[in-house]
């Protein structure tokens, strides 16, 4: 079963590539503050020219 | 907001364009799904045509639902969502049409490749080398076209959608490389590096997180951006939805193994997978309840809209198919479902319950959007809804039924301790009638599709003349906060590390894993021989037939399998198998010890109409191989590219690779003559496909029985 010895290690790269991307998430600051984002996401762009009567928004109602 | 802003016109050609090849593959995956389900209901339906049989349709289905709808499904959610939440276009415009145009070549080669039977035998991994190449390309593309708009997004906050994504690049690429590590033999013909036990480990490893990070992270990333979209809710816990994606990625990578209990892996490894796939159930049904409450107090709507609805639907059997995989990775449960419909189902509801469900929910709220107008009909909308639901309730709880009966059937003991159902075919006759309630459900499934092809190309006819319209975005402001100048090596730099860091692994690979892998086998039993030259022409017809979706080649340590097929199976019997065919459902028996077990004639009478030795059989017929002639001239370079991947051959026996693989030919075909097989049938197919099947589990049987008169002489 000596291929367990390579992917063991590969799973395990892959996971540190996951723990780093984490830790450099946390220092990048991704996570200081973590309320606003998922209520930001939310605002649609506005758009560059208000006259061009566009409101996709609304055809679920 | 910020003070500054400028203006930004969204790459919306791109999304439009994934968009239609979804609808496109998701009604061909769809139809040929109806097509192979039928198929098992009569097996009329096989038209005695080669590149009709179930063998065959059955991988184009999934590849064609699986890479086909589903792949595109998720480029034109990630399209879309990554430019609104980075605030930014996609890297280049010739990328993401080399992505689109690339993606589609490689859908229709691998339809193409798969019907004319060039297969690599591994599931969810069966295409050939070229396009093995091409998918890496267009995948690299992609990564670097996406690690762009992270480079240049104008929002610093990666929502955790843009995570799933990432890590479904990342992760994707890493398995696609790592499994489809192979030889080539000619253009169209390759041989894995892995052999046997470690091919099958590499395979469900890939196999298993193919369904992780392709079917369900970037589904759970489309998840946490359309969901509160369409109800203009925010997600009910950021922060769950955090815990959710890390947890995730980190557990999902250890489950493979679950694939392969009572398997001839090792006893450890098998825990380790039924363990990891336990804990996995905590993950993802904290991604499935932050999806489900970010509803709340929106459950009055849901009654009302169709998007609303298809995303309950989705979350709902996302959760039941994340309870379902757990449970059926507990080794007692496994034993009775594994090799039966319960796995099929359960996959079902997992690819139309979730990822069918979802990609409508996305499409139907995403192309009015798109194309500036309103959903042409909410009705139509409502009935694809139903119609999807009914035909998959159908379709989950005949192949329940089918699973649980044919399970039990195969188990059943009496009390003078024999098979209470000796003859297979018994369990297969039992569950026939659940396979026509499979088939009309997934008819009910396919005409869904149609009705929201049909009511999304009505919108899209509605629709005002296309404008692009241009938004106003923040400009980037958080660059003041990396005075270091990291930022410039961010993004691309991301993605070109982690490429390097997989082509020095593929090279390395490459050069070391073959002889590592050949010699240093644990447990070695010397009575397995290699394959003669013929008996491997015949395996790659078994290969290229799909012989595999139906049989398996791997007996479990259990009392009814001993019986039923003989002693279990052990690692070392398949350390010549390249690729390996355990496979992973039994419609016909398994085949680990078939060799000998009937006379010559039985197989060839099989082959041509399998009714003739077994009433009620629902394999099909296959008469192409009575026609088409045995390819001798390649078996010499078959044979060295065997034994460059470590298979003890002699030069010599590489040199007389054609003499002995003909003069093989001639033996069986004159052991044949007495029965009337003429003896110009020598050089057909159907001779070298006797050869393999006649050699499953003889070389263990031989020694078996020598060892047993060995210490019968020696006790008298």
């Known amino acids: 079963m000596n291929v367990l010895y390579f992917v063991i290690p590969l799973a395990l790269l892959l996971g540190l590539f996951f723990v780093g991307a984490f830790l450099y998430s946390i220092y990048k600051g991704q996570y200081d503050e973590i309320d606003s984002h998922a209520q930001r996401m939310l605002l649609n762009d506005l758009q560059a020219h208000a006259n061009d009567k566009v409101q996709p928004q609304k055809e679920n109602v | ?716």
């Open chain 2, 1 to 716: 907001m910020n003070e500054k802003t400028e203006k930004l016109i969204y790459d919306d050609k791109i999304i439009k364009m994934f968009i239609m090849a979804t609808l496109l593959w998701g009604a061909v995956g769809m139809l040929l799904g109806v097509t192979a389900a039928f198929q098992l209901a009569d097996w009329n339906l096989n038209f005695n045509l080669e590149w009709l049989t179930f063998g065959r349709l059955r991988p184009i289905h999934t590849n064609a639902a699986i890479f086909g709808f589903a792949g595109n499904g998720i480029f034109a959610g990630i399209y879309h969502s990554t430019q609104r939440l980075l605030k930014t276009r996609p890297l280049s415009n010739a990328l993401s049409q080399f992505h689109f145009w690339g993606w589609q070549l490689i859908i229709v080669a691998a339809a193409v490749s798969l019907a004319a039977g060039y297969s690599h035998g591994k599931e969810y991994a069966e295409l050939e080398w070229p396009i093995d190449l091409a998918i890496t390309l267009v995948w690299v593309a992609f990564a670097v076209n996406f690690f762009g708009m992270l480079k240049t997004r104008r929002e610093q906050h990666i929502y955790v959608a843009i995570w799933f994504y990432i890590a479904t690049i990342v992760t994707v690429a890493l398995l696609h490389i790592v499994n489809s590590l192979e030889i080539p033999v000619d253009w169209m013909k390759s041989y894995p590096i892995y052999a046997g036990a470690q091919d099958a480990l590499v395979q469900w490893w890939y196999g298993h997180n193919a369904v992780a990070f392709f079917l369900t992270t970037p589904f759970l990333g489309l998840m946490y951006y359309y969901v509160p979209k369409a109800i203009n809710r925010p997600v009910y816990s950021y922060r769950l939805s955090i815990i959710h994606f890390w947890s995730l990625v980190f557990i999902y990578i250890w489950a493979g193994p679950h694939h392969l209990l009572y398997t001839s892996l090792p006893e450890w490894s098998q825990t380790l997978g039924m363990i990891f796939s336990v804990m996995l159930w905590m993950p993802s049904w904290g991604g499935m309840i932050n999806g489900l409450l970010t509803m709340r107090g929106a459950w009055g709507r849901v009654f009302n809209e169709p998007v609303l609805k298809f995303m309950a639907a989705a979350l709902t059997f996302y959760g039941l198919s994340t309870f379902e995989g757990p449970l059926l990775s507990i080794k007692s449960v496994n034993h009775i479902a594994h090799f039966t419909d319960w796995i099929v189902g359960h996959v079902h509801s997992g690819t139309i319950g979730w990822n069918y469900f979802l990609v409508a929910a996305m499409l139907l709220y995403l192309v009015p959007i798109l194309y500036q107008t309103k959903l042409y009909s909410q009705r139509l909308a409502n009935w694809q809804f139903w119609l999807g639901t009914i035909g998959l309730l159908l379709y989950i709880v005949s192949m329940w039924t089918a699973g649980i009966t044919q399970g039990l059937m195969w188990r059943a003991i009496d009390e003078s301790g024999r098979l209470v159902y000796p003859h297979f075919i018994e369990t297969v006759v039992r569950i026939v009638p659940m396979y026509w309630v499979r088939g009309f459900g997934g008819t009910f499934v396919f005409v869904s599709f149609l009705i929201m092809i049909y009511n999304l190309f009505k919108t899209i006819q509605s629709a005002p003349e296309q404008k692009e319209i241009e938004y106003v975005v923040p400009v980037a402001n958080f660059s003041h906060k990396e005075e270091k100048g990291h930022r410039k090596l961010e993004g691309l730099t991301l993605v070109f590390s982690v490429l390097t860091v997989l082509a020095v692994l593929v090279g390395s690979a490459i050069e070391i894993l073959p002889s590592f892998l050949a010699n240093k086998f644990v447990e070695r039993n010397d009575a397995v021989k290699p394959y003669t030259a013929l008996e491997i022409a015949g395996r790659d017809i078994y290969v290229r037939e799909g012989c595999y979706v139906c049989h398996s080649q791997q007996i479990r340590p259990t009392v009814a399998e001993k019986l039923r097929y003989g002693e279990p199976s052990t690692a070392a019997e398949s350390i010549y198998d390249r690729p390996f065919q355990w496979g992973s459902r039994r419609i016909g028996p398994d085949l680990a010890r078939q060799g000998g077990k009937y006379p010559d004639m039985w197989h060839y009478r099989h082959m041509l109409n399998p009714r003739e030795v077994t009433q009620k059989s629902i394999m099909p017929n296959y008469p192409w191989l009575f026609v088409k002639e045995t390819e001798f001239g390649i078996l010499k370079k078959k044979l060295s590219v065997m034994k460059s991947l470590g298979v003890p051959y002699t030069e010599a026996e590489i040199d007389g690779a054609i003499a002995s693989a003909k003069a093989q030919a001639e033996q069986i075909t004159t052991g044949l003559a007495s029965s009337g097989v003429p003896a110009k049938m020598k050089d057909k197919q159907i001779i070298a496909l006797i050869a393999y099947l006649q050699r499953l589990g003889k070389d263990t049987k031989v020694s078996a029985e020598l060892t047993e008169g060995l210490s019968e002489k020696g006790a008298e």
